[in-house]
Every structure is written in C-alpha cells, then in structure tokens.
C-alpha cells in the first residue's frame, strides 16, 4: 500500500539523505485509544466530553499515551518518529526511556522481539512541548512491528516515516479480537518500567496477543461510578481490575469496590473480569494490604456464590512471594521490570484462563 497514491496528504521528509513517506499513527494501526476519533484524533485515553466528570489530575493524567499502540507491517529498512510532547512531570525515580520513550517491537511467531527504544537524549523542561524527531534502522525483509508510546509523557502530535517506495500493510488482527482493559494506579500505567513495553499491561497482552486498552491513573484510580460506566461503555474481550492501591482507605475500596464491579456486570453479564489486589511489598503495611485484599475477596466471593462463573481472583499477596520482597520494587511500591514480569507471571495463568486460552 502506498498512501502517497491514495491520500496526496501524505508528505515525505528526508532524514540523513533518506527520503520518508510519513503517515499518521491512525492510517497505520492505532490501538489503546477507544475515543480517538471522538476526541479528534488526540492521544487522549478518555473521552474529553466527559472530562467534567473527573478532577484535573485524572484529565491531565489521561493525555499520557500509556497503552498507545501502533501496529504495521512494512519492508522499509528505516523508520522516523516525528512530532512533539506535551509539558510532562519528570520523575527522578523512572527511566526517561520508560516516561518518554517509544518501543519498537517486531512481531514474530506469536511474540515480540525488542528492537530498538527511541527516546529524546537530554532532560525536557517540564512546562514547555518539546519536539521530537527519531531515527532508527530496521531489520530486512517485510515484518510486522508494534511500536509502543510513552507511558508517562503525553504526546502532542506524531508521524511515522518509513522510507519512500516501501510496502506498508496493515497487521494481521489480533488472536483476541477485542480490547483488554487494565484500570487501577501508577502501577498499571507503567511506573516503574524501563520501557513502554515491559509494563504488566503490555506484557500480557502482548502474550495473549490482544490489544490494550491502558486506564491506570497514577494516584487517580479511585473507582469512580462515573469511570465504571465509562468501562461498561466499551466492547471488551476482559476487564482487569486493579485499582487497590489508589484508594485511599480500606473503608473507601470496601464501599467502591463491589458497587464498581456491580456497574460492568450490569451492562456486561458475561464479560470475564480479573479482580487483581495489590502486590504485598513492604511488611509495615502487612494488616492494610491483608485488609484490601480480603475486600477484593469478598467482592469476588459474592459474584460466584451468586452463579457469575465469569470472575476471577489474582491473590496479590503471593506475587512477589519467591523473591525477597526489596527487589522487584524501585520504591517498595512501583515494580522494575523484574516486578512487572513477575506480575505477569503470576496473572497470566488467571487470564488465560478467562479468555478461553488453555
């Protein structure tokens, strides 16, 4: 396909002597934004019509692309990523590979193979935008690539060039044809992951082969009936539910938790849902975390003695349960990458098991 013939508004640009053809992220494959058309082609995770319903942290919060993906295939042997943030906080304790960076990973036989992180190479000013233009070369022959958008940074406009006179296809669907939401905290955004793609959330889907859609909020996951419903609004494949840790009390996730479930099984009778509570960290918090999780519990304890055969319990407790408990945090909260593969590891079991996947 070459969109040059199709749309003559798709222009080139030439990088180190090397002509691109760029296109938009939409024209290529763009998941993890179900309101994307709605909101006017922005990078923007919730609808902006129903920005009032939420506090200003939360609508700043849903223009960080966590969950973007784009997804393609081509047998240009170069790619450009091109285009500007918006003013993004800048967190001393994630690598700017992870908050800003973009993961390109090429698709093969059922999994993905990192290829390359594009990232900006010196510290932005957080108040400002700030322009980007990414190079990186590509591996021969005709691949399918999905290249994951920063989990912390918003992105304010983006291009992908690949080199003019290349074949550019559309991937293949997915084998789980429907979305995969993840709703809950910094955790499921992303915090503290070294790259976009080494998040939960990414990793999951990734081994399920199934899109994701990203809600995690940092701090502002607080199981607003207002965000269930806007959960219910969607065709999903699964719901991960995992909000715990940004309730502020034991009392607050106990009087939000069932009613919150209660909304997406109301609109969704069969829709499997993973009820996840969070990772036991740090021994100080042993009766909160114990508190939470019991709750959790009790949520999922009461659908299935009322016959829901669709929900599922990922006991958080026991995630980091083989490892000495410092290691696979940055902060005895925010996972590294040993924390986040070792909580994929302990829910992929579950969701597998939800989807139909054995």
Known sequence: MDLKKIDTNFATCSVNGVEFTMYHPADLGLEGFPWHEENEHKFTRLPEKK???????LQDLSKCTAGGV????????????????RP???MPHMAMAGQAGFDIVQWEDGKGIFHANLQID?????????DFEFTAT???????????????????HLEIGLEAGSTVERAPIHKIE???LFYGSSITQGGCASRPSNCHAALLSQAVDAEQ?????????KGEKEMAELIASLDLSCFVMDYDYNAPTPEHLQETHESFFKIIREKHPDLPVVMVSRCFTNPDNLEDTTKRRNIIMQTYSNARAKGDKNVYFVDGMNTFAQEAIEWP????????????????KRILPTLKQALGIF
Do not use: Q
């Open 122 to 130: 010196s510290i932005p000013v957080a108040e400002k935008k700030w």
């Open 138 to 156: 590509l591996p021969e022959g005709m691949n399918e690539y999905r290249i994951f958008m920063p989990l912390y940074a918003g992105v304010e």
């Open 51 to 57: 920005f009032s319903l939420f506090n200003e942290n």
């Open 178 to 180: 429907k979305p995969i």
């Open 213 to 221: 859609i990203n809600l995690g909020f940092s701090g502002n996951a």
């Open 88 to 90: 993004f906080w800048i």
């Open 329 to 344: 945090t940055v902060d005895r909260c925010h996972p590294t990458d040993l924390g986040f593969y070792l909580m994929t």
């Open 70 to 85: 784009i997804r393609f295939c081509t047998n240009s042997k170069a790619i450009l990523l091109k285009g500007s943030y």
